[in-house]
């Protein structure tokens, strides 16, 4: 009954285990900012302080929406 729940276990275990830093992650992308917030801001990674991860090649190959 509760297989949803076992299974999101299991993909963030998998996830953490790509990271090689942590036992259990997830894995987040900034869609489209409109309605959220500026571009700027990242509340997530404000929240989640050092436990926040970035990417910054995959940033730097994000291109502008148009």
Request: glycine share 8%; net charge negative.
């Amino acid at each position: 009954m509760n297989s949803y729940l076992v299974t999101m276990d299991e993909l963030s275990q998998g996830v953490g285990k790509l990271s090689g830093q942590f036992e259990y992650a997830e894995g987040w992308r900034r869609h489209l900012h409109l309605g959220f917030s500026a571009r700027e801001q990242d509340p997530l990674a404000e929240a989640l302080a050092d436990a926040c991860k970035i990417d910054h090649n995959y940033e730097a190959s994000l291109k502008e929406p148009q």
